[in-house]
């Protein structure tokens, strides 16, 4: 008789917690949208300060490169919207696990969740508060992570590790944020990468 309780409770937790998974999905954005007509979402990040040396020993890949493409989606849970940025690489500073596999000249794709998409003629939209969407054919120097399996990157620290290149690097979640001259910053960056070596 033990036995038996023992697996009917068993079994009642089992679909409690199947019950309370499913109730914690989030709604997709097309339900959303089509019971409210429009979505938007803002993505907040704490507003931790985050040490430059942090992000040259942490990044996997380091590049200057310029955004030449665009394309947001929805997951496949249709709960997110992201965006894969294409871009061409001008300058590889450090590439810690495909060394030699990239090269200057070649494409990556760095994802965000940010974007907007249109379904059934309703527009959707993800906003990372603070932190603009990569605007194409400009200059950007990107501390990034790998995204596992993904064949995709994505930027440290919450854009914390995405800078406007050129003469003056500006960060880009610091708008009117002072200009480094590009000289310095690559020769902190430099000496960076050889203490963290």
């Known amino acids: 008789m033990s036995n038996v309780r023992t697996a009917l409770v068993t079994a009642s937790l089992a679909c409690s917690m199947s019950i309370i998974a499913a109730a914690e999905r989030e709604p997709s954005i097309p339900l959303r949208l089509r019971e409210a007509g429009s979505f938007e979402r803002i993505i907040v990040t704490t507003d931790r300060p985050v040490v430059f040396a942090d ?28 965006t894969d940025y294409a871009f061409t690489i001008a300058d590889i500073m450090k590439n810690r696990r495909r060394p030699g596999l990239i090269k200057a000249g070649q494409s990556i794709v760095v994802r965000r969740e940010n974007g907007t998409v249109v379904i059934d003629g309703l527009r959707a939209t993800t906003i990372e508060n603070g932190f603009p969407a990569f605007v194409e054919n400009r200059r950007y120097v990107l501390f990034l992570r790998e995204l596992g399996d993904q064949n995709a990157y994505g930027v440290l620290a919450g854009g914390r590790g995405a800078f406007e290149g050129g ?6 979640l610091a708008p009117g944020g002072t200009p480094v001259p590009r000289q310095a910053f690559l020769g902190e960056m430099r000496a960076l990468l050889k203490f963290s070596e």
């Open 55 to 82: 992000l040259v020993g942490t990044a996997d890949l380091v590049v200057e490169g310029s955004a030449v493409a665009r394309q947001s989606y929805l997951d496949a849970d249709e709960a997110h919207i992201y």
């Open 167 to 172: 003469d003056q690097i500006v960060p880009m």
